[in-house]
Nanobody, 125 residues
Framework: QVQLVESGGGLVQAGGSLRLSCVAS????????MAWYRQAPGKKREWVAQFTNDGSTNYADSVKGRFTISRDNDKNTVNLQMNSLKPEDTAVYYC???????????????????WGQGTQVTVSS
């Protein structure tokens, strides 16, 4: 009923930039927080950045000053501008949403377990 679709991944040289986008669609009542996570090979998924519905943004220390998260509430979209990329940024990046969606009875129910399919970001040295 709710889908998150990421786009924008790819291969880039160290020092380069990429912009990821994620669009949420479906029976959405409202979105509380949209966030980005990433998972490198052999590592656990880690939180990267988030944008709450009060306009607050937060970043992992490893990306602070290099990544910028933005959000378009009208389009249910969140973006991640990634600059000064490093090889250690290589990972599959996932979009996550904490939102209220209408259930089969037509009532909004909250869940933070909505995920996109992931988009690969590879940074070469």
């Amino acid at each position: 009923q709710v889908q998150l679709v990421e786009s924008g991944g790819g291969l880039v040289q160290a020092g380069g930039s990429l912009r990821l986008s994620c669009v949420a669609s479906g029976r959405i009542f409202s979105i509380k927080t949209m966030a980005w996570y990433r998972q490198a090979p052999g590592k656990k998924r880690e939180w990267v950045a988030q944008f709450t519905n009060d306009g607050s943004t937060n970043y992992a220390d490893s990306v602070k000053g290099r990544f910028t998260i933005s959000r378009d509430n009208d389009k249910n979209t969140v973006n991640l501008q990634m600059n000064s990329l490093k090889p250690e940024d290589t990972a599959v990046y996932y979009c996550n949403a904490d939102l209220f969606a209408f259930n089969s009875g037509g009532y909004p129910r909250r869940s933070n377990d909505y995920w996109g399919q992931g988009t690969q970001v590879t940074v070469s040295s």
